[in-house]
């Protein structure tokens, strides 16, 4: 089934009905022939004007393009491409609204033109105001095309959903710690570190210094001593997300700005080249570092949400 | 065409055609009119550039306000508030056509074409009317869709629209676009007046005609005819004798093939009794008495048990003032062609007056449509003199010269009857004196008594003076009659066209004949070449008239003219024809006599035509079935997702290789970056992105070849390099 149509009057419109009306009660009571013209252009510029906007509305669709992370106080552009199935005819003054849960439409890109068999790619500015997931629906696709006094549209689902990662401030800190602490390392790979790893076979490039000269006496080619990464202990971040029994007015608010801290912090570390680790209250942990990159724990923070007194220890949702 | 451009052309011509269907419809003075074209031409030439003038905006400013001042004093100074209306509305638009700036200014100059068409249709449309109003239907439904675009252009993009790219679009580059409006939808848009007169005219055909004339805006139009009215001087008809404005027209039954360019016709209008020297005058002004109306709108002139039907003539009168019905001589009834009369409006009703003239009355007495039916040619036609009334037709004027009596007496001792004498004073004029537009008698202290001894020339008004007192001076009554004399033959609109150059004057004598008794008859004096209707003209320009003065005949009789009667008629010829094609095909009777019967017909014609349509509706929803939205709106094309899929590795190996392209940034735009910045890779994502685009978007089929191709050549890219460049 084809979504219906919704129909509304635009400012234009009502007054061509109104003078519309006129007209034909003026030709009705007077008899005027002329009038009687007139009204017949203006109902025959109605018809028109409806099978024109129908022919403009259909066989359009439409994409949306999220972008693959957004942040709390950043911008982000949200691409939509609008592509006309239609073998001649194109589609022109196209409005697409981009429609989000539980919110408002207030997002829209137009099309002036979209020339058959093509598409059209417009872009939306948007600043999220909260993290969490922004849920999108569908489209809502109207054109007032031709003359502008009607609006038609229709609604067409297309769910999408982008995650809004908390806003992050800049955070001084503290010199790095050289130097290996025992019993809470990690030894995450091949690297210049004091570790001795293994041995492999020189290759173009090596630095001769690691040249282990007995190995290679032995086995007659040059042997170098193959050293582990330097590695460094986590950087555990804890956030508090039990809500308690009866919370202050402000606890919300309160509950949002560590998310931010905790954030901003993270990210910190992971600049300065450290791995971190966001425990909550809950039991639950969520780690980055700089191989991985900050998503899965900007992900976790952004989703993450109060829980009850009593509250089941959260997962930690995959990265 | 460049958009802007074209726009602007487009509501130019809506605002033109607005203002000639107000000027065509003369009914502003000639300054007015005058006024309203300088200033539509100079508004017209006003170049885009000025737009931003200082002195053009203080003139957008206080030239409406001032327009309303002026206006509004004239109103109060007496003026009709009609036309008051109407002159501000397009001396508005003038000022509006001069000085607009966007897409709103030009609604408004849309809204202000569609008003002077309103207007146009109360201050009376004539063919220009009609003419200005097709190509307003032409004209129409381009203007308001480039206004629409133009108006959206402006409202969507300079409110923060972005394009791909994010940034702010330019708004007056897509005014300059040649790529909005190509010649395609010109030639769409134009096209659109067909639906849309097709439309217009079925709307106009079937509307019911009922005139409830609870609010008249009309206004009958008037045209004054010197030489009939109550008061005629010597030397004021002439001056009509060049004038070409079509008076009335008439159609003559079994005419020959083909038809006389001329038709000599003597079209009786009103009569004068009471001549004082220099000029006519009606004596009896007030005497109208109602004539009696019988069946199917038939007056009966003169009282008789039938009038004849067999010989008439149908005129159609245009509106002029005094509203005098001409008629042909020996006219008996008359039978009016009315409009369909408003519920509320006076009907048209005829009046006799005195000296055998009769006029109309009513409230929609703009011209009259009439058939006049004569007597044949023994009858007597005519209303008996009364003794009362003789005296006028015999009164002179006390300083008459005593040798204009000589005169007469000396051309008509010899005879012994009236009709005699009356004859001959006819050919003695017609033959001794001579025809002279510009009469040398006419300042004269004695025009008549110059005209017959000392010039022995002048119109038509001298001869018919000189004969009606040389008869009242040997007792014959006699009057001087004001009409028109024949027509002219229009070959489109197959009927004589009366001008009013065809003004003449002849008198009326009442004159006992042998066996017959006495009656009001007509003598013509004036020569022959003064007697006849204006010598029709040759030429391109004059058969151009002719066609034109046909169509003008045409839109009043078919459109102004469309009243209730002929809507009957309209639906009942139809159905005739509908009937007789049933016949013929022999559907009249037999299983399918019903179903083809026309309101059956028609209504089952309504019904295959609905159930077609929605069939069609649901072919188009079914056909599109497997394009349906999967929740992100892509459709199950096999080329398309293939394209997709192999372009999204491509986006893997330049995210491997460091090169990741922004969201935001177009594929193309992209590798073009690459290529500006000088990456060595830079060629191949290039090439292979146009692959892409052509496949995805040019309509380009996705060969297995290419699809192998493009998948290897991505693969070879993944490959780690030495000397690997990053952008920054």
């Known amino acids: 089934m084809r979504p219906p149509r919704r129909l509304k009057f635009t400012r234009e419109g009502k007054f061509f009905v109104g003078i519309t009306l006129g007209v034909g009660f003026a030709a009705i009571n007077t008899a005027n022939n002329l009038l009687y013209l007139l009204l017949g252009l203006l109902l025959s510029l109605i018809v028109v004007s409806g099978i024109m906007s129908e022919l403009s509305l259909q066989g359009l669709t439409v994409v949306r393009r999220l972008p693959s992370r957004a942040q709390v106080g950043r911008p982000h552009l949200v691409e939509i491409e609008v592509f006309n199935h239609k073998r001649r005819v194109p589609s022109y003054a196209i409005e697409v609204e981009d429609l989000r849960a539980r919110q408002p439409a207030d997002k829209r890109c137009f099309f002036l033109k979209i020339s058959p068999k093509s598409a059209q790619v417009a872009a939306y500015r948007r600043t999220p105001l909260r993290r969490g997931r922004d849920v999108h629906v569908g489209f809502r696709i109207a054109t007032r095309f031709p003359f502008g006094l009607f609006e038609k549209s229709r609604e067409v689902t297309a769910p999408g959903e982008l995650v809004i990662y908390p806003a992050v401030d800049p955070v001084q800190l503290p010199p790095a710690q050289m130097g290996h602490v025992p019993g809470s390392a990690h030894v995450v790979g091949r690297g210049h570190g004091e570790d001795f790893l293994g041995l492999k076979l020189m290759r173009t490039g090596d630095d001769p210094r690691d040249i282990h000269w007995r190995k290679s006496a032995a086995v007659g080619q040059p042997v170098m001593r193959e050293r582990a990464r330097e590695t460094q202990p986590d950087i555990v971040l804890t956030l508090d997300t039990v809500r308690p029994r009866d919370p202050p007015d402000d606890w919300g608010s309160n509950f949002e700005r560590r998310i931010r801290d905790v954030a901003s912090r993270a990210m910190a570390h992971l600049k300065r080249g450290d791995c971190v680790a966001v425990r909550t209250s809950s039991g639950a942990v969520a780690r980055a570092n700089r191989i991985v990159g900050a998503d899965p724990l900007l992900r976790y923070l952004a989703l993450v949400e109060p829980q009850g007194p009593h509250g089941a220890i959260a997962s930690v949702p995959a990265s | ?728």
């Open chain 2, 1 to 728: 065409m460049r958009f802007g451009l074209v726009h602007r052309i487009m509501t130019d011509a809506l605002a033109a055609l607005g203002v000639l269907a107000v000027v065509s419809t003369a009914s502003l003075s000639h300054w007015t009119n005058l006024v309203l074209l300088v200033g539509l031409a100079a508004a017209l030439v006003i170049p885009e550039s000025w737009q931003n003038r200082p002195a053009l905006r203080h003139f957008a400013t206080l030239a409406p306000l001032a327009l309303l001042i002026l206006q509004g004093g004239r109103l109060v100074a007496g003026r009709s508030p009609l036309d008051v209306a109407v002159e501000f509305a397009a001396l508005l638009q003038i000022v509006r056509l001069a000085t607009r700036r966007g897409a709103a200014h030009d609604q408004q100059i849309i809204v202000l074409a569609l008003l002077h068409f309103i207007a146009g249709t109360v201050l009376g449309g004539g063919l220009t009317y009609g003419l200005c109003f097709f190509g307003f239907l032409v004209v129409a439904p381009g203007a308001l869709v480039l206004s629409h675009l133009r108006r959206e252009v402006e409202g969507n993009y300079r409110q923060g629209a972005r394009d791909r790219t994010g940034l702010p679009v330019d708004v007056p580059r897509i005014l300059r676009s040649r790529r909005v409006v190509g010649r395609g939808f010109l030639g769409a848009t134009c096209l659109l007046a067909v639906p849309i007169l097709l439309f217009t005219t079925a709307l106009f055909l079937v509307f019911p005609r009922i005139g409830l004339s609870l609010l008249l805006l009309s206004r009958p139009h008037a045209g004054r005819m010197v030489g009939f009215s109550e008061h005629v001087d010597l030397g004021d008809v002439g001056t009509l004798r060049d004038d070409p404005t079509i008076a009335l027209r008439f159609e003559v039954a079994d005419l020959p093939d083909p038809p006389p360019a001329r038709k000599t016709l003597r079209l009786r209008g009103t009569a004068l009794d009471r001549y004082d020297g220099h000029a006519w005058l009606r004596t009896q002004r007030e005497a109208l008495h109602p004539v009696a109306k019988e069946a199917d709108d038939t007056y009966s002139l003169f009282p008789r048990a039938k009038p004849p039907r067999d010989r008439f003539l149908s005129i159609f009168l245009e509106p002029i003032d005094p509203p005098v019905v001409f008629l042909p001589p020996q006219t008996v009834a008359l039978r009016l062609r009315l409009p369909n009369a408003a519920l509320l409006g006076d009907p048209v009703t005829i009046q006799r007056g005195a000296d055998g003239e009769f006029r109309y009355a009513g409230s929609d007495a703009r011209g009259l449509t009439y058939d006049a039916y004569m007597a044949r040619g023994d009858e007597v036609a005519s209303e008996p003199l009364a003794t009362d009334d003789r005296e006028r037709y015999l009164a002179l004027p006390p300083d008459l010269p005593i040798r204009i009596a000589e005169l007469a007496h000396s051309w008509t001792y010899r005879f012994a009857t009236d009709r005699e004498k009356a004859v001959e004073l006819e050919r003695r004029l017609s033959h001794d004196f001579a025809y002279d537009l510009h009469s040398p008698s006419g300042g004269k202290p004695q025009p008549l008594d110059d005209f017959l001894f000392v010039s022995r020339r002048g119109h038509c008004e001298f001869f018919s003076t000189a004969m009606a007192v040389m008869l009242r001076t040997i007792g014959i009554p006699s009057r001087n009659v004001t009409g028109f004399v024949g027509g002219t033959w229009n070959r489109f609109g197959r009927y004589y066209a009366v001008r009013e150059g065809d003004a003449h004057s002849w008198i009326e004598a009442y004159v006992e004949e042998p066996g017959r008794p006495a009656s009001w008859q007509t003598f013509d004096p004036t020569p022959t070449s003064g007697a006849q209707p204006m010598e029709p003209p040759t030429g391109a320009y004059y058969y151009l008239r002719d066609f034109v003065e046909a169509l003008s005949q045409r839109w009043n009789t078919y459109v102004i003219g469309y009243d209730l009667h002929k809507q009957v008629r309209l639906f009942e010829d139809v159905t005739r024809r509908y009937e007789r094609l049933r016949g013929k095909s022999g559907l009249q009777k037999g299983p399918f006599s019903a179903l083809t019967r026309a309101p059956v017909a028609g209504f089952i014609l309504l019904l295959l035509s609905t159930v077609a349509y929605g069939l069609w509706k649901r072919r188009r929803g079914a056909g599109e079935k497997p394009s349906t939205d999967r929740g992100d709106g892509r459709r199950n094309d096999p080329g398309r997702e293939a394209i997709i899929a192999l372009f999204c590795k491509l986006e893997a190996a330049l995210q491997k290789l460091g090169v990741t392209r922004p969201r935001w940034l177009p594929p193309l735009r992209h590798a073009e970056d690459l290529q500006v910045h000088g990456h060595p890779l830079a060629p191949e994502i290039l090439s292979l992105t146009q692959v892409y685009l052509e496949a995805r978007f040019g309509g380009k089929v996705l060969t297995e070849a290419t699809r192998h191709d493009f998948a290897r050549r991505v693969r070879e890219l993944a490959l780690p390099r030495r000397g690997r460049v990053e952008l920054g």
